[in-house]
């Protein structure tokens, strides 16, 4: 479609991580593996946190929750980054990214309310020990995992929405490996005035939320630490939060990278390679976040190996 002189994209070509063919075929192998490793990873600590009754406690209920949130995670756009390597057809129309911007949306959106969920829970059991159970009941768990879905699925169809309402001309060359919003406003034809200020509301209001969730969480719990009176007890209480900081450093360190700057300052290769944190080492590295150190986790491995064991 033309609009005067200037055509109107109607899809787009995403040239990945390499245009070099050699590069292309190790890429592949290497996100493959990874891929490979994600899934199943994130997939046994679902299943484990599932089976054995001593991890039906909050805690796990929400790194369970987290982890296959992560499945999907990753199944958002490593597959199109092996397709990518291994397809010399590289175009990508614009219902297609409208589609993985949408789930790269939910999915990282979700992730902000579920870290700041898990947040508040860590903050329950260290302030409120006596009244976590109760506090801290199924149905709550449930409720607070269910919102952390809803407010990302709601905010991934504002920021879609938002995003689509720009008109795309220009070169079609996305050097990305996914259809993300930052490549999308450089090729903007329209006004983008309006709608990085719509964005950063939408982000700024969630990300913004959620870190003070956990700010506010992690005072209190810092504080209570500080009243314990050995340090065998403080070293337990801290050794409860330690995978979470860690989860959520990571996480907001690369989103807080790449889009807390105005769209001026992008480097496309920059932030591409800023990006693979959270898109595909970030799901991979949970798994053993949560499970490296955690002997709950590593027993309830061992026994279930042990059941799986053929008898002999």
């Not at 050699?22 to 600590?45: A, P």
């Not at 989860?247 to 932030?271: C, E, H, N, Q, V």
Request: with cysteine; proline share 4%.
């Amino acid at each position: 479609m033309d609009i005067g002189n200037r055509t109107i994209l109607t899809e787009f070509i995403l040239l990945g991580l390499s245009t070099d063919p050699q590069w292309q075929l190790i890429l592949f192998g290497i996100f493959l593996t990874v891929y490979l490793v994600t899934l199943s990873g994130n997939m046994t600590l679902v299943i484990l946190i599932r089976i054995d009754s001593h991890l039906h406690t909050p805690m796990y209920f929400f790194i369970g929750n987290l982890s296959f949130l992560d499945f999907w995670y990753t199944s958002v756009y490593t597959p199109r980054i092996l397709a990518t390597c291994v397809s010399e057809d590289k175009r990508f129309s614009l219902a297609e990214c409208g589609a993985q911007l949408f789930f790269s949306c939910a999915v990282a959106y979700t992730e902000c309310f579920l870290l700041a969920a898990m947040a508040y829970d860590r903050h329950m059991a260290i302030c409120n020990p006596l009244l976590y159970s109760s506090s801290m009941s199924p149905s709550f768990c449930t409720r607070l995992v269910a919102g952390s879905y809803i407010g990302g699925f709601l905010n991934a169809i504002a920021h879609t929405a938002n995003t689509f309402r720009l008109s795309f001309c220009g070169k079609n060359i996305i050097d990305h490996f996914f259809c993300d919003a930052p490549p999308l406003v450089k090729m903007s034809c329209t006004d983008t005035k309006v709608y990085e200020e719509v964005l950063l509301g939408f982000v700024g209001f969630t990300v913004l939320s959620s870190i003070l969730v956990i700010i506010i969480s992690y005072f209190h719990i810092l504080l209570a630490i500080l009243r314990i009176r050995t340090a065998s007890g403080r070293r337990k209480a801290f050794s409860t939060c330690t995978s979470h900081l860690v989860s959520i450093t990571l996480f907001y360190g690369s989103l807080l990278f790449m889009y807390s700057r105005p769209s001026s300052a992008y480097s496309l290769k920059r932030d591409k390679m800023a990006a693979l944190f959270y898109t595909v080492i970030n799901p991979l590295l949970n798994p053993l976040i949560y499970s490296v150190r955690n002997k709950d986790v590593k027993e309830a491995f061992w026994k279930a190996a042990k059941t799986i064991r053929p008898q002999r």
